[in-house]
């Protein structure tokens, strides 16, 4: 599976925007970028996902490089609950979905 | 949204008992379910992969005779410990999905403690 690689902590304030990177350089063409959050002592929570090109949802945005190489996570207004460990995962398309965590990255959001 | 549903939340039990851990689909049928284990600090492990009304099948590592998955519908998988031992104690994670490329969504996960 390719790997991902994330900084193994990252602060911000609230209502500030946080951009979080995600480096993968051996991705492959048929492998989806995934974002997921965990919040501390729940289940991973789902945040966005994308192939190619750009994606927007209620929670964020994910830009994704234009060789696919690195992917960067946009949370547009950091709140106190944005607080946790975000994970970088890459899927390969038709697979059965097993998804490999890697160690993420901790976002710390001052008030 | 879609919603997975996992039972209990926190169970305790003593070392040589089993503890049974259900993990429900409540809004769409989940052919596939993945259950995790995550120790304090470290990030999720992937132990099997459940699909309804075959065999799990348990990355390498996992014992199988150990950890029982049976996903008998397609809405409800059950990972039973057996013979629990202290260092079973950690957080037990079930996933599923839905249709082929939907999310993958996960339960808020069981703390077990093996006294």
């Known amino acids: 599976d390719a790997k991902t690689t994330q900084p193994n902590s990252m602060e911000s304030n609230e209502e500030e925007p946080v951009h979080l990177p995600c480096n993968h350089s051996t991705i492959s063409g048929t492998d989806y970028i995934h974002w997921y959050r965990q919040l501390p002592s729940q289940g991973p929570e789902y945040v966005i996902h994308?192939?190619?090109s750009n994606v927007n949802n209620r929670m964020a945005s994910l830009a994704i490089a234009e060789d696919r190489k690195s992917s960067t996570l946009i949370l547009h207004r950091a709140t106190l609950r944005d607080a946790a460990v975000y994970y970088c995962i890459l899927r390969r398309g038709g697979s059965n979905y097993k998804l490999t965590f890697g160690k993420g990255t901790l976002l710390t959001v001052n008030p | 949204g879609a919603v997975v549903s996992q039972h209990p939340s926190r169970v305790i039990c003593k070392s040589g008992t089993s503890v049974k851990i259900e993990c429900r689909s409540l809004?769409?049928?989940?052919?596939?379910m993945f259950w995790y284990r995550q120790f304090p600090k470290q990030s999720l492990m992937l132990m099997a992969t459940?699909?309804?009304?075959?065999?799990?099948?348990?990355e390498q590592g996992v014992e199988k005779d150990k950890f029982l998955i049976n996903h008998a519908s397609l809405t409800l998988s059950t990972l039973t410990v057996t013979s629990a031992h202290p260092e079973d104690s950690s957080f037990y994670i079930c996933?599923?999905?839905?249709?082929?490329?939907?999310?993958?969504?996960f339960g808020n996960g069981t703390r077990l403690t093996v006294t």
């Open positions: 996933s599923a999905r839905g249709a082929l490329d939907s999310p993958l969504h």
């Open positions: 459940s699909n309804e009304g075959s065999k799990a099948t348990y």
């Open positions: 809004d769409f049928q989940a052919t596939t």
């Open positions: 994308g192939l190619t």
